[in-house]
């Protein structure tokens, strides 16, 4: 069994960074791609960017260019550096993990609120 656990979320100004954080417990090599995925209030939850095993990236064309997603696998950890952040990238952002052998089978994180003000 795999447990996903964020932590970084937190208040920020317009232009400021945050860093999010994803700790996996259990077996990361049963894992394949990794991902952040975002919902603001009254929204779809949205892909915001992910990241295979061997580090190919993948990201959201409204973040693109201001965030980066990072994995360390032999240390059990994802994050996402958040630069530029704007007041519409408020939202609650959760970390997701696919099944290397099932992608369908997949794990959340609780979710880590990020509060941009303008």
Not at 88 to 107: G, I, S
Request: hydrophobic letters at 30%; a positive charge; proline letters at 3%.
């Amino acid at each position: 069994q795999v447990q996903l656990v964020e932590s970084g979320g937190g208040l920020v100004q317009a232009g400021g960074s945050l860093r999010l954080s994803c700790v996996v417990s259990g077996n990361m090599f049963s894992i394949n791609v990794m991902g952040w995925y975002r919902q603001a209030p009254g929204k779809q939850r949205e892909l915001v960017a992910d990241i295979t095993w061997d580090g190919s990236t993948n990201y959201a064309d409204s973040v693109k260019g201001r965030f980066t997603i990072s994995r360390d696998n032999a240390k059990n950890m994802m994050s996402l550096q958040m630069n530029s952040l704007k007041p519409e990238d408020t939202a609650d952002y959760y970390c997701n993990a696919k099944k290397r052998l099932n992608p369908r089978h997949e794990y959340w994180g609780q979710g880590t609120q990020v509060t941009v003000s303008s």
